[in-house]
Structure formats: C-alpha cells, structure tokens
C-alpha cells in the first residue's frame, strides 16, 4: 500500500476548519489554506470548510472523520467549535470547550493564574466610568490596554499618558470582551509552542515598534525571532516549564502557544495563551518547529494526531 493511502485510511476524512467571522478572519484563511496543502501534500484525504456564520448554522461534518482546526478567533478559538464537534461526536486538534475558552479570554487566564501562583503583569479591570488618574497610579506609567477576548493584538494601545486611557479604552471596546490596563513590563518578549503537550524551543521576539503588534506580526519584515535566544539552558527551561505550567491550569490540550514576557531583573510574567496558534508564514510555532528539524509538514501531522484523544495516533503517521 502506497505511504499516502495508508495514512488516508489512518486518519480519515479531515475538514480543515478556516476563515470564521471575527477579525482574524484573513490570518486563519491563511492558516488554513497552509495545512490544507501541507496535509494533501501527506496523502492525507483532507477537504478545505470556510466557516462563515451561515455554513455555521447549518454545519454538517457527516462523512468527516476528524477536523483539524485552523480558525483563530470569536467563534473558532473561544470552545464555541469545540462544542458544536464535541455534540457532532467529530474528533477535532487542540484544546476542549473548557481550555479553549480560559484561553481564549486574556482576563480570565490572570485571574486563574494568580490563584495557582503563576506569574503575570498587574491589572485593574476598566469600566465605563474609570478614572484615569487613578488607574495610571496603580499601574505606573506606561501601560497597556487590552481587550480581554481579542486576538492577534487587535484593540491593544500602549498608553503613555493619563490623558490617553479613554482613547485606548474605546479602542478596546471595539472587540469582544471586558478591557483591562495592565502594567507595561519593560523587557524581553518570548514565546514557547507546545505540539504534543511538549515544549518546543523558546523564541525571543525583538521588533522596532512600540510593541509587538498586528503590523508586527504578520506585514513588517524588520521584526527579528531569536531561537535559540541568548539564554542559559537554566533560563530556557524556565521559560518552558513555566509555560507548560500556564498550559496546564487552563485545561489546554495538544498544541498551542504561550508568550511570555521578562523583566529587567530576569522575572518571568505571562502574557496570553493561543490554543490555535497562527500556521502562516510569519507565524512563530512553524518557526520554532523548523529549530528541532521538524518541516511544515510533519507539524501539520503531529499537529493532526492530537485529535486522538487518548494521546496516541495512527502508526508511524
């Protein structure tokens, strides 16, 4: 039997879940388009769903064997998805509804980290009615502002002056969930992918902008990735295990994403978990796969087996 067919009768039918309808619609269409090709390039018997909210409505996965999601977002990235698979007895890559949506919600994971004693920027939560002055004295200036449920680094504003907090807080509002300041870490930025419940080598992310943004992200071309960066094997197991640990209490599953940022004095703080982190060619777990000489394409594969839940997989897949 040819490599292809056997892995075709191994893993199925696959519906590669993409596009949604929140605001990182293009970067999951660019995802999922990725592993579409790098799966059919597998011999793996996989087919391309664009979900928008109407084939949401009237989903039917009948024929599917397993869905290998790539939707970033509202509605693909917050357990909403998951659900939907979970009732549709449709095995699916990557977290639960329950880690999916700690995860999905920013807010959520620093109230549940700070009760397991992980480590992350102080916050105070915005309402309507804020006061500036107040917020930007416990905080200390500057900080950032944060939308709790966007993604991609849509709605966030770094906040230099008091004066600019209502400003920053529309922005915010403009996306899903509560706002929130939260002091700004001056430091270091990392990042740690996790692909079988396993870390993957740390990367350190150094761009010339104010922050690590949307344009940072995805468009500009002067952003650098370090990996491995200029740590100590001691520092780089710390930054791993720290972000497993993170992983771990917000019930996440298979693969995903913690960035992490460290301060001048080499404390640790948490900054948001991905549990289905970006697959494009600016996107950081591919990045980091590519350091242990794992290709795109046995990513999309180990990336795959976490759809089988009890932790294997098909045979030498």
Same mark, same amino acid.
């Given at each position: 039997?040819?490599?292809?067919?056997?892995?075709?009768?191994?893993?199925?039918?696959?519906?590669?879940?993409?596009?949604?309808?929140?605001?990182? #619609?293009?970067?999951?269409?660019?995802?999922?388009?990725?592993?579409?090709?790098?799966?059919?390039?597998?011999?793996?018997?996989?087919?391309?769903?664009?979900?928008?909210?109407? =084939?949401? =409505?009237?989903? %039917?996965?009948?024929?599917?064997?397993?869905?290998?999601?790539?939707? +970033?977002?509202?509605?693909?990235?917050?357990?909403?998805?998951?659900?939907?698979?979970?009732?549709?007895?449709?095995?699916?890559?990557?977290?639960?509804?329950? $880690?999916?949506?700690?995860?999905?919600?920013?807010?959520?994971?620093? #109230?549940?980290?700070?009760?397991?004693?992980?480590?992350?920027?102080?916050?105070?939560?915005?309402?309507?009615?804020?006061?500036?002055?107040?917020?930007?004295?416990?905080?200390?200036?500057?900080?950032?502002?944060?939308?709790?449920?966007?993604?991609?680094?849509? $709605?966030?504003?770094?906040?230099?002056?008091?004066?600019?907090?209502?400003?920053?807080?529309?922005?915010?509002?403009? +996306?899903?969930?509560?706002?929130?300041?939260?002091?700004?870490?001056?430091?270091?930025?990392?990042?740690?992918?996790?692909?079988?419940?396993?870390?993957?080598?740390?990367?350190?992310?150094?761009?010339?902008?104010?922050?690590? %943004?949307?344009?940072?992200? /995805?468009?500009?071309?002067?952003?650098?990735?370090?990996?491995?960066?200029?740590?100590?094997?001691?520092?780089?197991?710390?930054?791993?295990?720290?972000?497993?640990?993170?992983?771990?209490?917000? %019930?996440?599953?298979?693969?995903?994403?913690?960035?992490?940022?460290?301060?001048? +004095?080499?404390?640790? /703080?948490?900054?948001?978990?991905?549990?289905?982190? $970006?697959?494009?060619?600016?996107?950081?777990?591919?990045?980091?796969?590519?350091?242990?000489?794992?290709?795109?394409?046995?990513?999309?594969? =180990?990336?795959?087996?976490?759809?089988?839940?009890?932790?294997?997989?098909?045979? %030498?897949?």
């Amino acid at each position: 039997m040819k490599r292809g067919s056997e892995r075709s009768r191994r893993y199925g039918r696959v519906a590669v879940l993409m596009g949604g309808w929140s605001g990182e #619609r293009e970067i999951s269409l660019a995802s999922g388009s990725a592993v579409l090709q790098a799966l059919l390039r597998s011999g793996v018997d996989a087919v391309a769903i664009d979900l928008t909210v109407e =084939r949401a =409505r009237n989903l %039917d996965l009948l024929g599917f064997d397993r869905a290998f999601i790539a939707l +970033h977002g509202t509605g693909g990235e917050d357990g909403t998805i998951q659900g939907c698979l979970d009732i549709a007895g449709v095995p699916y890559t990557g977290s639960g509804v329950l $880690g999916s949506a700690l995860g999905m919600d920013k807010l959520a994971c620093k #109230r549940l980290w700070s009760g397991t004693g992980l480590p992350s920027a102080p916050y105070r939560l915005l309402s309507p009615d804020f006061d500036p002055e107040a917020v930007a004295d416990a905080l200390g200036l500057p900080l950032i502002v944060k939308p709790s449920r966007g993604g991609s680094s849509l $709605g966030l504003s770094r906040v230099d002056d008091a004066a600019e907090l209502r400003g920053a807080y529309q922005e915010a509002s403009r +996306h899903p969930g509560a706002v929130f300041a939260e002091q700004w870490i001056v430091g270091k930025e990392y990042t740690v992918a996790i692909v079988g419940n396993e870390p993957l080598p740390v990367i350190q992310i150094e761009t010339p902008g104010r922050f690590y %943004d949307y344009h940072a992200k /995805y468009e500009a071309d002067t952003t650098r990735y370090l990996c491995p960066p200029p740590l100590d094997s001691g520092a780089l197991i710390e930054l791993q295990t720290l972000a497993l640990s993170a992983f771990a209490a917000i %019930d996440g599953y298979g693969w995903g994403r913690i960035d992490l940022l460290q301060d001048a +004095h080499g404390e640790n /703080y948490l900054i948001e978990v991905n549990t289905v982190p $970006g697959m494009t060619g600016h996107s950081l777990v591919p990045k980091a796969a590519a350091q242990t000489g794992i290709g795109f394409d046995e990513l999309c594969l =180990r990336i795959l087996n976490t759809s089988f839940r009890n932790g294997g997989g098909p045979d %030498d897949a």
